[in-house]
């Protein structure tokens, strides 16, 4: 079975402060999702990432993909309080829409 | 446009009763995926539907099983419930093609009791 693992757990940080969250993955995939959940909030979807080196960014927050390291990186770019959340990578695999999640960062942003 | 809803938010049963959750996915989206989340094992695939037909299923006992309809909603049941069950039950909607993002729906908490 596909293994996804996130690191860190948790991550607290100060505003203005870079950081970066890892998703490893176990098998082959080309197929790479990242969501946010808020507290007692469902799924909010961030980025998609089909291809090996695909990049995607929106607003503070980054996301790339190395299928061959099978590695997935979001990077947040000056982080600020509204970012607090936490952060999950997922992987596609089979014919479906099938996701493995990875365990989730809970981020915190400290003014 | 409407997002994924699901029914009902919050419920509470007795272990050993079985029950139904639903889910309305985007209009014109095929495929409903089922998810479970808890604390301790995080978020767990169930299975997806596409066009009324199970594609995909997850490590889950028998006990779980789902089905759609042909206006792609889709039911989640769980019968003889333990109290492990006891978890937020999330549901994704897309379009079906493979690689295209999922939307999820406010799940449905269930407390086993």
């Known amino acids: 079975e596909l293994k996804v693992e996130q690191n860190p757990l948790f991550l607290s940080m100060q505003e203005g402060k870079n950081y970066t969250i890892y998703c490893n993955y176990s098998t082959t995939s080309d197929r790479l999702y990242w969501y946010r959940q808020d507290p007692g909030k469902s799924l909010e979807s961030l980025f998609v990432l089909l291809s090996n080196g695909a990049v995607k960014q929106e607003g503070r927050l980054m996301a790339s993909l190395d299928t061959k390291a099978r590695l997935s990186t979001l990077h947040i770019t000056a982080a600020v309080h509204d970012l607090s959340a936490t952060y999950f990578c997922a992987v596609g695999s089979g014919t479906g829409n099938q996701f493995y999640f990875g365990t989730g960062t809970s981020l915190t942003v400290i003014p | 446009k409407a997002g994924v809803t699901q029914t009902p938010r919050y419920l509470i049963k007795t272990r050993g009763q079985q029950v139904t959750l639903s889910c309305s996915p985007i209009s014109g989206h095929r495929s409903v995926s089922w998810y479970q989340q808890t604390p301790g094992q995080g978020l767990q695939f169930l299975f997806e539907?596409?066009?009324?037909?199970?594609?995909n299923k997850g490590n889950f006992p028998g006990r779980f099983s789902g089905r759609q309809f042909s206006n792609s909603r889709s039911e989640m049941n769980v019968s003889t419930l333990e109290l492990g069950d006891s978890a937020l039950y999330l549901c994704?909607?897309?379009?079906?093609?493979?690689?295209?993002?999922?939307?999820f729906g406010q799940g449905t908490r269930l407390t086993v009791v």
């Open positions: 994704a909607s897309s379009s079906g093609v493979v690689g295209l993002e999922a939307f």
């Open positions: 539907y596409f066009s009324e037909t199970q594609r």
